[in-house]
């Protein structure tokens, strides 16, 4: 059967590299085993959720070439929720639950003080009929808990249950419902958590395959159990490493650290972000793919790491050079005419600054250089100055050719003796105000004698 995946992201911020990462996990493995993939918004949180966040999900994973099989809103399906909330408080899988937040909280340092484990201890259904009426009388609203099955049949107290499944990454994993608290699955203000939506619609949906990070290894020993309790039948998990940068740390959306939408402004290639959104804390180097089929090619479960994935940014720059240095004219050709190359040097432009440039933009300041005038970073040594006004008096009759700028500085070689650094580094300042750059034999045909003749000293 082809596998159905899900991507479920909250609308409450712009992602970054790190979401990146699970939503290719599940695109990447849908497409290489013909199945399908949703993007399903987990968009509860009305007071933090903004449809334009939303719309920049969307608009995000698709710059980098993932189109979603179908879209869902959780916030749309809350008639779901309700009706199997419903069947779980019939089948007394869930229950009302009335301590405040202060309370719970007492209860826990208490516990923690006796050196117990701070779970719920399911003081809400030790409570009579009575009580529990009370409680209301007193104003106080319920919030609802699911019941793990921990416990033997007329017993609140847990024992040792193990939830086991064989995850695709990290091979055989277990959870002890005993170490858990029951989850909360609705607030008392009637909206519900992402541990009881998620599996109702994954259920709905016919989720087959549950790709996540690792950070849910113990909600999915809780899932399982929910979905054995709405009679769903449970999917596959596998759960990867998250990515974090060099010093450990966590992204977060907040921070806007590397969100898709500013590294999209700031020029780099989508197939960069993705290759290392992947390939790290996979084994394997870390190179720029250049698509995305070949991408699905090299994601390998069994390859990923079980420690963290820990990235430098700086290598988002080393792949993004490496995609450009690769493009042909064709592919930036848009981009070209933008800068205002001339449509029939783009390609001999092209060629020449691409190796160059570490995004395409760059190349826009090789076109001023030629077209405009030299850039402003260098400027030709006192000593230098009377040694390249003559050089550049001597320029040869145009046409200039690939041959031009060898014969140029032999010449100038034999005449004034001069080699080297000393020959060469004065003429490429003159000529583009920079110390390095691309092959001058490709750059002076492109500068023309007219202009270069403008650029003596």
């Known amino acids: 059967m082809a596998p159905i995946v899900r991507f479920a992201p909250s609308p409450t911020g712009y992602l970054h590299i790190g979401n990146l990462r699970p939503a290719l996990f599940n695109w990447l493995f849908a497409q290489r085993e013909g199945g399908r993939f949703i993007l399903r918004y987990d968009d509860t949180d009305l007071e933090r959720s903004k449809r334009e966040y939303a719309d920049a999900v969307l608009e995000d994973i698709e710059w980098i070439g993932l189109r979603p099989d179908e879209i869902a ?237 820990k990235f430098d940014p700086a290598n988002l720059l080393r792949l993004n050079a490496e995609l450009v240095h690769a493009k042909q004219t064709g592919e930036v050709a848009e981009e070209l005419e933008g800068m205002g190359v001339p449509a029939d040097r783009a390609d001999a432009f092209w060629l020449t600054v691409r190796g160059n440039c570490e995004r395409v933009r760059d190349a826009a300041a090789w076109a001023d250089i030629i077209w405009k005038g030299p850039s402003q970073e260098a400027a030709v040594a006192d000593a230098d100055r009377a040694f390249v006004a003559d050089a550049i008096d001597a320029l040869p009759p145009e046409p200039f050719a690939a041959t031009t700028w060898k014969l140029w500085t032999d010449d100038l070689k034999a005449r004034t003796g001069r080699k080297g650094r000393a020959l060469f580094l004065p003429l490429r300042i003159a000529l583009t105000g920079r110390e390095h750059g691309p092959d001058m034999s490709a750059l002076l045909p492109l500068i023309g004698r007219e202009k270069a003749l403008e650029r003596r000293p």
Not at 82 to 93: K, P, T, Y
Not at 166 to 178: I, P, Q
Request: proline residues 5%.
């Open 73 to 309: 809103r959780q916030s749309q399906r809350l008639d779901r929720y309700d009706a199997a909330s419903e069947r779980l408080r019939d089948s007394g899988a869930i229950y009302p639950c009335f301590e405040t937040a202060d309370e719970l909280e007492r209860a826990r340092r208490r516990r923690l003080a006796r050196g117990l484990p701070p779970v719920y201890t399911r003081d809400a259904l030790r409570l009579n009929a009575e009580e529990r009426a009370r409680l209301e009388a007193e104003g106080r609203k319920p919030y609802w808990r699911f019941r793990l099955p921990n416990a033997p049949d007329g017993s609140l107290d847990p024992v040792r249950t193990e939830i086991r499944w064989n995850d695709l990454v990290r091979g055989e994993e277990l959870v002890d419902l005993a170490s858990l608290s029951d989850p909360v699955v609705r607030r008392e203000d009637g909206t519900y958590l992402y541990t009881f939506t998620s599996v109702v619609d994954d259920a709905e949906m016919g989720i087959t395959h549950i790709l996540r990070g690792d950070d849910h290894v113990t909600n999915t020993g809780v899932q399982i159990a929910i979905f054995e309790a709405l009679g769903a039948p449970v999917p596959r998990f596998g759960h990867f490493n998250l990515l974090t940068t060099i010093d450990g740390e966590g992204l977060s959306k907040r921070s806007g650290a590397l969100s898709l939408r500013t590294l999209r402004e700031e020029g780099f290639e989508p197939m960069a972000v993705a290759s290392l959104a992947v390939l790290t804390g996979l084994s394997g180097s870390i190179e720029a793919v250049p698509d995305l089929g070949t991408l699905a090619r090299r994601l390998d479960f069994g390859a990923v790491s079980h420690s963290s994935a």
